[in-house]
């Protein structure tokens, strides 16, 4: 079946969603070794890029469900790779860092990430990388989406 013709699996939206789910994959499993999924990997990351930062700002950068952040930060404070203490300014408010543990852990996470990056986008030119990431990065999502709340 056709669509403005085109093969129905040839759908954007289709072909976006089978290469999202592939590459969800293969992070879960090149990460399973740290312990850490994807979204672990993105909140470690911004953390070390932004230094402390308060846990609002950091819901804005990872665009999740504010109970997904919760959670998420639970289970990095946990494993003492992320610290949250009082922002002395305002007690009502939350300062989020990473720690010297989540930066080591982070390194692993990169590691991963750059193994299955090299695999995925073998085939591209710097420049088709560099093309497909703004495009990506243009694609409007919200953190009211289903998927934000989910792990």
Same mark, same amino acid.
């Given at each position: 079946?056709?669509?403005?013709?085109?093969? =129905?699996?040839?759908?954007?939206?289709?072909?976006?969603?089978?290469?999202?789910?592939?590459?969800?994959?293969?992070?879960? $499993?090149?990460?399973?070794? +740290?312990?850490?999924?994807?979204?672990?990997?993105?909140?470690? +990351?911004?953390?070390? %890029?932004?230094? =402390?930062?308060?846990? $609002?700002?950091?819901?804005?950068?990872?665009?999740?469900?504010?109970?997904?952040?919760?959670?998420?930060?639970?289970?990095?404070?946990?494993?003492?790779?992320?610290?949250?203490?009082?922002?002395?300014?305002?007690?009502?408010?939350?300062?989020?860092?990473?720690?010297?543990?989540?930066?080591?852990?982070?390194?692993?996470? %990169?590691?991963?990430?750059?193994?299955? %990056?090299?695999?995925?986008?073998?085939?591209?030119?710097?420049? $088709?990388?560099? $093309?497909?990431?703004?495009?990506? =990065?243009?694609?409007?999502?919200?953190?009211?989406?289903?998927?934000?709340? %989910?792990?």
């Amino acid at each position: 079946m056709t669509r403005g013709g085109r093969a =129905s699996a040839e759908r954007l939206g289709l072909l976006l969603a089978r290469h999202g789910v592939i590459a969800n994959h293969r992070l879960r $499993q090149v990460l399973a070794s +740290t312990g850490l999924t994807p979204r672990h990997g993105m909140a470690l +990351t911004h953390l070390a %890029e932004t230094g =402390s930062v308060t846990q $609002q700002r950091l819901l804005e950068l990872l665009r999740v469900d504010p109970s997904v952040l919760v959670t998420l930060l639970n289970e990095l404070e946990a494993e003492g790779f992320v610290r949250r203490r009082r922002d002395p300014a305002d007690r009502r408010r939350h300062i989020v860092e990473i720690t010297p543990t989540g930066t080591a852990a982070l390194r692993k996470v %990169e590691s991963a990430v750059d193994h299955v %990056e090299r695999d995925l986008f073998a085939g591209f030119t710097a420049e $088709q990388t560099r $093309q497909l990431h703004a495009l990506l =990065s243009q694609i409007r999502t919200s953190p009211g989406d289903p998927a934000c709340t %989910e792990e």
